[in-house]
């Protein structure tokens, strides 16, 4: 099975930076799409940012501007570049992998890295 372990969360202050790490078990040089999505206590999981194909990036709108997500084929890993990060933020960042080129797509999580924004 497919494996990605997420990292790099902590407790910043708000205005502060952070960066999160994505191991993946799998090549993401094929078809696939990444992405990074969070789930504070309460709410539902939602999407933070995606990249297919290691070129076609998306993100979500209360996101956008502030954070970026990269990809290193040769790495296997994808980051999650956030800044002026705000309290809002703080959530369970997860990993995912979405494989494309099979049918049904296939999609694997990571477990998670706590992000912690004060105020």
């Known amino acids: 099975q497919v494996q990605l372990v997420e990292s790099g969360g902590g407790l910043v202050q708000a205005g502060g930076s952070l960066r999160l790490s994505c191991a993946t078990s799998r090549s993401i040089g094929g078809i696939l799409t990444m992405g990074w999505y969070r789930q504070a206590p309460g709410k539902q999981r939602e999407l933070v940012a995606t990249i297919t194909n290691g070129d076609s990036s998306t993100y979500a709108d209360n996101v956008k501007g502030r954070f970026t997500i990269t990809t290193d084929k040769s790495k296997n890993a994808v980051w999650l570049q956030m800044n002026s990060l705000k309290p809002e933020d703080t959530a369970v960042y997860y990993c995912?992998?979405?494989?494309?080129?099979?049918?049904?797509?296939?999609?694997?999580w990571g477990r998670g890295t706590q992000v912690t924004v004060s105020s």
């Open positions: 995912k992998m979405v494989v494309l080129s099979v049918s049904p797509t296939t999609t694997y």
